[in-house]
């Protein structure tokens, strides 16, 4: 039986991943994904390996219908969840765009832990109330919907985790978002830089928004803007305050 | 050594339980929780467990902080993930508002897969673009606070899921809401119900906006409303259309 199965590979440790996915992966034929990603996948005897750049996802999906659709069991890896700015959407782009006969492929998305949820619980609690995930990458939609994203969930009193905060090509947009940020909310609100958490070079800060550093992020960053309501617990000396949303909320 | 670690389940399925969740479920003495959550732990010899009613969440987080403090290895168990509506923020309240002992405790918080993932890629990849969680219980904020933060996500096109949509003590809160939403997008925006993903039980439908039925929904339920730009994807016969968010995203 062929099958393609869209696997979330979780942030990085292998103890933050689904043994549904290791399971999937195991028996998959074909692993596709960007490079650093296919480079987590455990190996197994026989298995095809295609990596590709971060930028061709509709390609790659292609690809991997294709090669479902030939008979082979194709895993398309991605960090955290497939679904969350990553290779699902990809992938039934493809679907919907190709062949009537990819509609009848046996098709199925495995969850994955997503980066948001990793740099959390580091954290503490900071999603304990209602949030919103963002993607700060104007390469798939205009800049002036980012800003308008941005300034509803923070009028709204959203806890706002940011995805994909700044890149060689996207220099400036953390920077603009923090100051756009600041005119909205009180300097003290506690923004957390969580990098590569579960690996082994995983490096967390957290800043008040009024002296928070952009170039304290990379790419491997989550970026997350508490709001007034998030509480900062001190700890021993050497240890960071714990990040928690309590879970009461009062209008913004 | 004593700890205390706060451990998501993950949504049902042990096989979207993370290996580090497991790992820490077999060597703690102590497991507290919920009910439910706490029989879906695989029993371990010798382990004491404390199931407490889902209401008294602060004096669940207190008593197993005490139980860490007198050198208990605590697990406190929350579904999906511990950190969103569940038990690490009460956790850290009751930490913050205990014996400045208890901040030398060794505490973690162990992430999980919350309900809106193993959601998602049931349906497909409906949270592909920018997306919002919220809870639409008024127990611990007001109405008008959630009333506004749903205008404001649907206002911005952000995918909006929806816990805790419903339950005895609250039944007219998603009606309301549809009907909200109703006013601001058009009618044949997909709404998702999606009820105990990964358990036996598991229910999945899709009706437009126009059309959302809150008696669909019941306490296991996670509901997701699109955007103007959702897609669906039809299959073969008997077969639910896929649901996703393209990967670019225009101004709504």
Known sequence: ??????????????SLRTPEASAALAEATDIIGYGPYVARVPHAPGQRRH????????????????LAAEGARVAVVSSGDAGVFAMASAVFEALEGGPAAWRALDVAV???????????????????????A??????????????????????????????????RARPWQLGRAFAMLREMLPGDVPVAFATAVSRPEEAIAIQPLAEADPARA???????????????VPRGAGQRPWLYAPRSARSP
Request: hydrophobic share 50%; proline share 6%; glycine share 8%.
């Open 1 to 14: 039986m062929s099958w393609l199965k869209i696997i979330g590979l979780g942030p990085g440790a292998d």
């Open 51 to 66: 990596e590709t750049d971060n930028r061709q996802e509709l390609e790659r999906a292609r690809h991997a219908l294709a």
């Open 110 to 132: 495995l969850p994955g832990l997503s980066a948001m949820f990793a740099a959390a619980a580091r954290l503490g609690a900071p999603l304990g109330h209602d949030f919103c």
């Open 134 to 167: 963002l993607s700060l990458s104007d390469n798939l939609k205009p800049w002036p919907l980012v800003e308008q994203r941005l300034r509803a969930a923070a009028g709204a009193g959203f806890v706002i985790a940011l995805y994909n905060p700044i890149s």
């Open 218 to 232: 990379d790419m491997r960053t989550l970026v997350m803007i508490g709001t007034a309501q998030s509480r900062l």
